[in-house]
Each structure stands twice: as structure tokens, then as C-alpha cells.
């Protein structure tokens, strides 16, 4: 039983990582071309 509520949090938590992750790409991806173009 404990094993499912430590699967349940870690997976929650890589989620969670996944979004942020991919949030800061999109954001550097966007100041890179703001910084490209100046």
C-alpha cells in the first residue's frame, strides 16, 4: 500500500518537473529570439 502512495508522489512530482521544464524552454526559447533580434 505504501509502495502505490510513493509511485503516486514521485509521479506527481515528475509532472510537475515536466511542466516547469518545459515552461523554461518555452521562456528561453522566447528571449533567445528576443535577444536574436536586437
Known amino acids: 500500500m505504501m509502495g ?3 509511485v503516486s508522489i514521485v ?3 515528475y509532472i510537475r518537473l515536466g511542466m516547469w521544464s518545459i515552461l523554461l524552454m518555452l ?3 522566447l528571449f533567445y ?3 536574436a533580434s536586437y
Request: charged share 0%.
Open 4 to 6: 502505490w502512495l510513493l
Open 27 to 29: 521562456l528561453g526559447g
Open 33 to 35: 529570439t528576443i535577444g
Open 11 to 13: 509521479y506527481g512530482v
